[in-house]
């Protein structure tokens, strides 16, 4: 079983940047397929980045591909989005997810089967 507890968002400027934190716990994490997704007010939860457990493998949704960057170190059971020039689109609730079996469809949300509370991410105009 993998517990997941995001940090690191809040309220930025248009063009700033934040780095968001998912501390896991559990024995499966190293194991495990991460990704990161949002969900906007009166929107779906939509995929945003991923990444392999090895870090060999990493994907981005178009929106956000060059802007931000998904990384882990399993050794501090932790994931990472570095988020940078920020845009108001990008408000959002962003929420971690592992996928245990390391398998699944990456995009898709049912894939993963653990997820943490979410953080609150505000890019102002």
């Known amino acids: 079983q993998v517990q997941l507890v995001e940090s690191g968002g809040g309220l930025v400027q248009t063009g700033g940047s934040l780095r968001l934190s998912c501390a896991a716990s559990?024995?499966?994490?190293?194991?495990?397929?991460m990704a990161w997704f949002r969900q906007a007010p009166g929107k779906e939860r939509e995929f945003v980045a991923a990444?392999?457990?090895?870090?060999?493998?990493?994907y981005y949704a178009d929106p956000v591909k060059g802007r931000f960057t998904v990384s882990r170190d399993n050794a501090k059971n932790t994931a990472y989005l570095q988020m940078n020039s920020l845009k108001p689109e990008d408000t959002a609730v962003y929420y971690c997810?592992?996928?245990?079996?390391?398998?699944?469809?990456?995009?898709?949300?049912?894939?993963?089967?653990?997820w943490g509370p979410g953080t609150q991410v505000t890019v102002s105009s």
């Open positions: 990444i392999s457990w090895s870090s060999t493998g990493t």
């Open positions: 559990g024995r499966s994490f190293s194991r495990s397929g």
């Open positions: 997810a592992a996928d245990s079996a390391g398998t699944g469809t990456i995009w898709a949300s049912a894939t993963y089967d653990y």
